[in-house]
């Protein structure tokens, strides 16, 4: 199996390496999705959002056919929401604003379709998250190019510039599937490099243009005292903003907004136990500490040359693994409300393992450069 790891395992890794890469293979669906967590019922989908870094993750270790047939596969899937985006589009360009619940959605079923409702007790999901639709085009660009030009849908990848160019000034949930009522900073940098990618892949310079002019309110309405903060109405940090440099590169590794941002991560999310909180406050599972986030500031650090930072994180993820090599979402050993985890694990089970997303950025940390 192909492993060009540009930071070898070092023996700490016990494996998890290519256990990862085990496991991301494990949980993509003959139709090419990736399932969030294959043992945590809640998450039996594929987000285009999980599945554009687990995509990620697998080009950077040399499994580019597992990333094209997620590809494809959202090409399909998204292609059959033709009728649905379009109706959308022409009533957001007519100014109305269609209700959250008719948006399309931020999951599907791992044959393509929508959901069904009601088949869980969760039965309405926050569904209405436009990050994922950008991550994806971030990512189809970026696989594009790794493999050198291959076929993409042209008309799948017009469709849903098209439509982040009609949403992206409305409200939505943010990454974290939650505060529904405002504009997030990650979701307005993730639709951003969305639509630049578009702009890319199709040539259209318009879609660049758009880019830089979601780009620029970011920049204008999410940075406070010198960092970006989590939401137009909301100061707090969150880890997400990670995503707007590494990998999304709409600012520099070294751009002293970011590098306070970074900054901010270390000091107010930074748990009890080593992990990296989302923010501040956070009550899913008691608010753990997430190995996916953890692994990102790892290689944010392995990228600027913080070696001591990065084994550490390497370290404290190898922890997190169970014996048989698999990685949670998050710890729940340093919680922020510990009186929280347990009306969680009645409602849903035990914290989703393994979560493919916690893999995917695992082997990004190790692996991935950062354009
Ligand atoms: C996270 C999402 C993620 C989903 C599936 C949720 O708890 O907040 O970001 O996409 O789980 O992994």
Sequence with gaps: MAFPLETPLTTADGGLGLKSIEVILAGQAPSGAYVASPNFPTYNFSWLRDGAYCAMAMDSVGNSDSATRFH?????????????????????????????????????????????????????????????????????????????????????????????????????????????????????????????????????????????????????????????????????????????????????????????????IRTDLRGQTGGIHRYLGDTYFGGGEWILLTSWLGWYDRLTGNEADFESAQQWIVDQATETLELPEQSIQGTQDPEMVAPWVKRWGPVATPLLWSHAMYLLMLNEGAN
Aim: glycine share 8%; aromatic share 10%.
């Design 72 to 264: 494809r596969w959202a090409e399909r899937t998204l292609l059959e929401q033709k009728d649905a985006a379009e109706s959308l589009i022409l009533r957001l360009n007519n100014g109305e604003l269609p209700h959250m619940d008719e948006m399309l959605p931020t999951r599907y079923t791992l044959d393509g379709a929508l959901e069904k409702f009601g088949e869980l007790e969760n039965s309405a999901w926050p569904n209405y998250q436009l990050d994922g639709y950008g991550l994806w085009l971030a990512e189809l660009r970026r696989h594009h190019e790794k493999l050198g030009n291959t076929d993409f849908n042209a008309e799948v990848v017009d469709l849903v510039a098209r439509y982040l160019s009609a949403t992206w000034k409305t409200n939505c949930f943010d990454c974290w599937e939650e505060f529904g009522d405002g504009q997030h900073a990650s979701t307005v940098a993730a639709i951003s490099a969305g639509l630049n990618s578009a702009g890319i892949l199709l040539g259209e310079e318009k879609y660049i243009q758009e880019a830089n002019d979601v780009l620029d309110s970011l920049l204008a309405n999410f940075v406070r005292d010198g960092r970006f903060c989590k939401g137009f109405s909301d100061d707090r940090v969150d880890s997400s903003l990670l995503w707007i440099a590494l990998p999304l590169g709409l600012v520099e590794l070294d751009n002293p907004i970011f590098v306070k941002t970074v900054e901010a």
